[in-house]
């Protein structure tokens, strides 16, 4: 009795802060307006109807100041289902405004409208904002920068305007169908027919020295390059000829600088570094930008490069683009697994003072999660074009992951329970030579299942994600929404439990919301589950994700009234099943 009474009061006193929060807005609320609608874009010498917000493509970036409120109201204006994410917001106690479809809230249907409301606390820089339904993130995203209270720790002096550089990729054919047609006959993906920067491809494709990102500098001074990979299934190397980077923050989290000839941003991933004029260009020259993919995966790859160029001021004022030019000599190989390893080994949080690094020293639970390809049986009368002829699926502990057809965290909310179950393994179901397995031999058939995992309010949890070599060993950037947390190891090969946490940085390791689980290895993170709701956790792969590569984590709702999930808003999209 004490304790229904105690979850009663600490309910009517959320409801309070809600009306409160409501019926009065701060001075520092940021509105927003989407419209998501259809767009004739041309690209490759294709024109098709492309989904957008706003009729922009990528779509419009929204800069706020840390500490504000933020409401984005969200139209839908096309016959479709959709959804906005907020990708490394960490929505404290707002799990209604994150945005996965039927995780947080059910998609928004034709002609309905709902606002996101949350509030950007104690955290600063890059991140981004995209569609969270079916593939419309081929499309449908932006960058979503945060200013931060106190000036940048930087010690070079900063020109401005930042540079946003979003990277994506670009279908001939409707995206939608693409999808359709991976999880009709159960094969892979068409490849992407292009790369492109802030929604240009440059002039290696066909149809595209017009359609070229050209980006004038000032000599002598420093730019700050807010870099965002978007692309829905590659990871990617990027470098600019002639030109150092210095790497200063990930997923929005400031870095101990370092120098680098080059980076490798896995989808999901955002990072800022600085570039400084310091080239005496040929008046008429220009400097190439290039991203190309990391190459780990066994399915249809595009392995293209999308161009761009640095133009210095005193040059050529006609921005034309260079009939020869070249790749930068700087840019990685496909198969540059030395290097990526290396640039993410560089990758160390700042620690200081005035931005501490508050790595989890102990843990109250610790997960092993193995991360699969799958194949299932053909079923009868069925068409399958994946290997062997059977279906493609993908897994966490052998556990498929469904969706339900009502959003996981209402029924939470509600204490309804259904649609789910609590019973997410935390640990394999057999333990074998993960890495060691052959590819095309051995296979383990998934189950299928919405299973979740549930933890107590603070707990310190720490999760081994250990890749598998079934079908293909590839290098996963796993996503978790509503926290950051801190990769605290990684490497090649099969986890050491009794080993390798001998090796763990405890003191600077880099914080993000999005990991790059090596290709055959493994990458052990840390978090505190101090952000009540439900919370995916997914491969920002998105053919991975489509096949199930994903889990819920469930943060119950802590003693204080603080540490509570607020209700639900008055305009969340109803569940139509």
């Known amino acids: 009795m004490e304790a229904k009474v105690h979850h009663l009061l600490l309910l009517a006193i959320s409801i309070l802060a809600t009306q409160l929060l409501s019926s009065s807005p701060s001075p520092n609320t940021k509105k927003f307006h989407f419209n998501v609608e259809w767009k004739n874009i041309t690209r490759l010498c294709h024109s098709k109807l492309v989904l957008t917000v706003n009729g922009k493509f990528p779509g419009p970036t929204i800069a706020v100041n840390e500490g504000d409120n933020v409401h984005v109201t969200v139209t839908n204006k096309v016959a479709r289902n959709t959804t906005i994410h907020w990708h490394g917001v960490r929505q404290l106690r707002s799990a209604w405004a994150d945005g996965p479809a039927y995780i947080t809230q059910c998609p928004i249907g034709a002609g309905k409208a709902y606002t996101y409301k949350f509030s950007v606390v104690d955290q600063r820089g890059t991140l981004w904002w995209h569609a969270h339904f079916s593939w ?84 002598g001074k420093t730019y700050l390059l807010r870099i965002i990979n978007a692309a829905l299934n590659d990871e990617l190397f990027f470098a600019v000829a002639n030109h150092t980077l210095t790497v200063v923050e990930i997923d929005g989290v400031y870095t101990k600088p370092f120098a680098t000839p080059a980076i490798m941003i896995a989808p999901g991933q955002t990072t800022n570094v600085l570039l400084t004029a310091d080239q005496s260009p040929h008046p008429t020259a220009m400097f190439t930008m290039a991203a190309r993919p990391y190459l780990t995966s066994v399915f249809p790859f595009n392995n293209s490069t999308t161009i761009a160029f640095l133009k210095y001021q005193n040059q050529n004022p006609q921005n034309l683009i260079p009939p020869n030019y070249s790749l930068p000599q700087n840019l990685p190989n496909l198969e540059d697994t030395l290097f990526a390893t290396h640039f993410l080994n560089n990758l160390r949080s700042l620690a200081s003072k005035e931005f501490p690094c508050n790595v989890p020293k102990t843990v109250d639970k610790s997960v092993v999660v193995t991360i699969s390809l799958n194949l299932q049986d053909c079923p009868a009368n069925e068409t399958c074009r994946g290997f062997q002829n059977k279906r493609f699926f993908a897994s966490m502990n052998n556990q498929s992951f469904i969706r339900p057809s009502t959003s996981i965290l209402e029924s939470h909310y509600h204490n309804l329970n259904v649609g789910f179950s609590p019973d997410f393994p935390e640990k394999p179901p057999f333990a074998f030579n993960y890495t060691g397995v052959s590819p095309v031999v051995e296979n383990m058939s998934p189950s299928f299942g919405t299973r979740v995992l549930r933890l107590p309010y603070g707990t310190r949890l720490e999760i081994v994600l250990q890749d598998t070599n079934f079908l293909n060993p590839e290098n996963h950037p796993i996503h978790v929404h509503g926290h950051n947390f801190f990769i605290v190891g990684r490497g090649f090969g099969n986890f050491n439990a009794a080993e390798d946490p001998l090796g763990y940085n405890l003191v600077d390791p880099p914080e993000r919301n999005t990991v790059a689980v090596p290709v055959g290895g493994w990458a052990a993170i840390r978090m505190v589950a101090d952000n009540p709701g439900v919370w995916f956790v997914h491969c920002h792969l998105e053919e991975h994700t489509s096949w199930g590569l994903a889990v819920a984590l469930v943060v119950e709702n802590g003693r204080e009234p603080s540490q509570c999930l607020l209700p639900p808003p008055n305009d969340l999209p109803p569940c139509s099943v």
């Open 136 to 219: 419309q993130r081929a499309s449908v995203y932006g960058a979503f920068i945060i200013q931060p209270t106190t000036p940048f720790p930087f010690s070079l002096p900063l020109y401005t305007p930042n540079i946003p550089l979003i990277f994506g990729e670009w279908w001939n054919e409707d995206v939608e169908l693409v999808e359709n047609e991976m999880m009709l006959y159960g094969g892979g993906p068409k490849s992407s027919d292009a790369y492109t920067i802030n929604g240009l491809p440059g002039p290696s494709y066909p149809c595209s020295t017009k359609d070229t990102f050209v980006q004038t500098i000032v000599p």
